[in-house]
């Protein structure tokens, strides 16, 4: 079992800058592909970038590319998302999940894939 714990959202002003984390506990990260996904109100959940076991493989939701960015510390059994140049349509609550593989480059936008869900955190980002 592994629990992960988001942390870092807020209200920012368009424009601003976030850095959110998500902390792991139970097992090392190291055997896990990592995703963060949002959910505004009255929205579906969406996928928003993972990152493969290796850090060497990642993909970003066509939203956040040039703007977002993911990146993981395993000494530190953390994921973190750098989220830049903000917009209101940013804001939604963030979850950061967990995909146990055996390959070190794959990483999923794929929901189904993920095997551990965060609480997730608010992100709020005002005009």
């Known amino acids: 079992q592994v629990q992960l714990v988001e942390s870092g959202g807020g209200l920012v002003q368009a424009g601003g800058s976030l850095r959110l984390a998500c902390v792991a506990s139970g097992r090392t990260i190291s055997s896990y592909a990592m995703g963060w996904f949002r959910q505004g109100q009255g929205k579906e959940r969406e996928f928003v970038a993972a990152?493969?076991?290796?850090?060497?493989?990642?993909y970003y939701a066509d939203s956040g590319k040039g703007r977002f960015t993911i990146f993981r510390d395993d000494s530190k059994n953390t994921v973190y998302l750098q989220m830049n140049s903000l917009k209101p349509e940013d804001t939604a609550v963030y979850s950061c999940?967990?995909?146990?593989?055996?390959?070190?480059?794959?990483?999923?936008?794929?929901?189904?894939?993920?095997?551990?869900w965060g609480q997730g955190t608010q992100v709020t980002v005002s005009s």
């Open positions: 990152i493969s076991r290796s850090g060497g493989a990642i």
């Open positions: 999940a967990a995909d146990q593989v055996p390959h070190t480059d794959y990483r999923s936008n794929k929901e189904y894939d993920y095997d551990y």
